[in-house]
């Protein structure tokens, strides 16, 4: 028989867990210990709860096994739900791990108590607690929960009294998920039929598409039939903007150009389509839709057709719809590739300014195309959706679903232990360093090679756009900065590079991917560049 705490963390190094993010507390020491015995297996101190949340589902999302933080009682706990909300709508596999009272206490008025069962419900695929006598069977099934179906995180409570306690079990097997079945036949002749009757299909590809691997299914479907296709969000990397059926991103920047050609369509055929980031009556007018995916459509169809809802194994379903002879196609190609330049012209930044654009830019030029980019929530975020070239799904990592500010700089810890080999970059604005400044002493102390670019406007610039649109007094409540504050050269032990024009900006970019650890290169940036191609 082993403890409680040895059978936790040797349960986790079976799983394939590499880390686990949090913050430490007088009954996980337990646990820590054993994690350093086991091998393998890394605790990972950070400085905010909601960082290990963030941490961990970036870890599940690149690697596609659970990702693992914890926190303490109560206000660890709240923390900590940021982080595992995110990996709730953002579909990514995590384990979070919250202390709880011990049973006798569970229900009284106690320090810090608060339940953790009901708390983590809603925001969870499952919760439970652990037991002696059940420590593996219980983080099994928690794993297989968090990677089946939509990925997602799942809760289990940690009694404060039971670490030390043996826990003798029978040896049980990590259930395989289950293979997803096919679509009903009758769904997929639907499918075949409305299509080779259409006559301006459009493929939009959705979050699902990245995470069942079926992007050489796709191109072979777009270049057979020579379709258009957009992108959500989070579906970037899944076809390349130089792909001449590229027609660009939904809900970003420029969103009016990309809108010239989604609304010239006459059937939707939404493939891994996950309206987490924006639901389909947002921007579909009155065309049908072909919904083919894993779960079934989510759809106001009171005001829109679903034609197909095709629910089972997205390749199986691809591979019917390649077997259609004939197509209608009416799409005039060259003039969605006229329009997609246009697009991508209007997103260069002008000669010798010095905006978000600018930045961008510079950096795509020297990042590795294999190089990985976390990007922050705000207004800079709405431009890398449109205008970053991303040559891979899981280059460039963000937030859409859950949408947190705070998300880019755990992120891009998370991404850099995850792929030691890759460069990594994070971009943030200002607002989302301060939430998360912290975690550059994290950074500094784990030597990780990071290049942080910090958009220095002193406001929330998207915030002010939307004032702006309303007519509202623009810069109330979203200054973070009436005042220029003194340069300094270090930041928690982290080097910082101020720069304010291209020359110096690439300067500093070359020194910073010179450097063996973390250096943050701020930009102080002109944001009015944004209020022309941002909420159009």
Not at 1 to 12: C, G, N
Not at 74 to 84: D, E, F, I, K, Q
Not at 193 to 205: G, H, K, W
Not at 377 to 393: C, D, F, K, S, Y
Request: hydrophobic share 40%.
């Amino acid at each position: 028989m082993i403890t409680v705490a040895r059978q936790f963390s040797e349960t986790l190094k079976e799983i394939g867990v590499r880390y686990v993010f949090g913050v430490p507390s007088g009954s996980m020491i337990d646990y820590i210990e054993a994690i350093r015995k086991t091998g393998k297996i890394d605790f990972i101190l950070v400085s905010h709860e909601a960082s290990a949340g963030f941490m961990a589902y970036v870890c599940g999302r690149l690697t596609g096994i659970p990702g693992a933080c914890f926190a303490t009682f109560g206000p660890g706990a709240t923390n900590l739900s940021t982080g595992v909300g995110g990996a709730l709508l953002d579909r990514s596999p995590l384990l979070a791990f919250t202390d709880e009272m011990p049973e006798e206490k569970r229900h009284r008025t106690v320090q810090m108590n608060i339940d953790h069962q009901a708390f983590f419900k809603p925001i969870t695929k499952w919760t439970t607690r652990l037991k002696t006598g059940t420590v593996r069977e219980t983080l099994l099934e928690a794993a297989r929960i968090a990677g089946s179906g939509i990925p997602g995180p799942v809760h289990v409570g940690i009694p404060s009294d039971i670490s030390n306690k043996k826990s003798q079990e029978d040896h049980i097997q990590l259930t395989p998920l289950p293979k997803r079945k096919p679509a009903a036949l009758s769904v997929i002749q639907t499918m075949q039929e409305m299509f080779s009757r259409a006559c301006n299909p459009l493929i939009v590809l959705g979050i699902t598409a990245v995470q069942t691997d079926v992007k050489s299914l796709i191109h072979e479907v777009i270049e057979k039939f020579r379709l258009p296709v957009i992108l959500t969000p989070m579906a970037k990397g899944m076809v390349s903007e130089d792909h001449p059926s590229y027609a660009g991103v939904l809900n970003h920047a420029l969103a009016n150009i990309v809108s010239r050609t989604y609304q010239q369509a006459d059937l939707i055929l939404g493939i891994g389509y996950d309206p987490v980031e924006v639901n389909y009556e947002d921007w579909v007018s009155d065309a049908p839709i072909i919904h083919i995916n894993t779960v079934p459509v989510d759809l106001d169809t009171d005001s829109h057709t679903i034609a197909a809802d095709v629910v089972g194994d997205i390749k199986i379903s691809l591979q019917s719809l390649m077997t259609v002879s004939h197509l209608n196609n009416k799409w005039d190609m060259d003039a969605v590739l006229k329009q997609k330049q246009k697009m991508f012209a209007t997103l260069q930044s002008c000669e010798g300014s010095f905006g978000p654009l600018a930045v961008l830019e510079g950096l795509r030029k020297i990042l590795p195309d294999d190089g990985i980019m976390t990007c922050d929530v705000g207004a800079h975020l709405h431009l890398i959706g449109q205008q970053w070239r991303t040559p891979e799904p899981g280059c460039l990592l963000m937030t859409n679903g859950w949408s947190s500010m705070g998300f880019a700089i755990p992120a891009a810890i998370a991404a850099k232990l995850c792929h030691p080999e890759k460069k990594v970059v994070c971009v943030v604005g200002d607002g989302g360093f301060l939430m998360t400044a912290g975690e550059m002493a994290t950074a500094q102390r784990l030597d990780l090679q990071i290049v942080i670019i910090l958009l220095s406007d002193q406001e929330l610039s998207l915030i002010r756009i939307k004032q702006k649109k309303k007519n509202y007094q623009c810069g109330y409540g979203t200054l973070l900065s009436e005042k220029d504050h003194p340069v300094s050269d270090f930041f928690l032990g982290v080097p910082v590079l101020t720069v304010s024009d291209q020359t110096a900006y690439k300067t500093a970019l070359q020194k910073a991917f010179a450097c063996s650890g973390p250096v943050i290169v701020k930009a102080a940036i002109n944001s009015s560049e944004y209020d022309d191609l941002v909420l159009k």
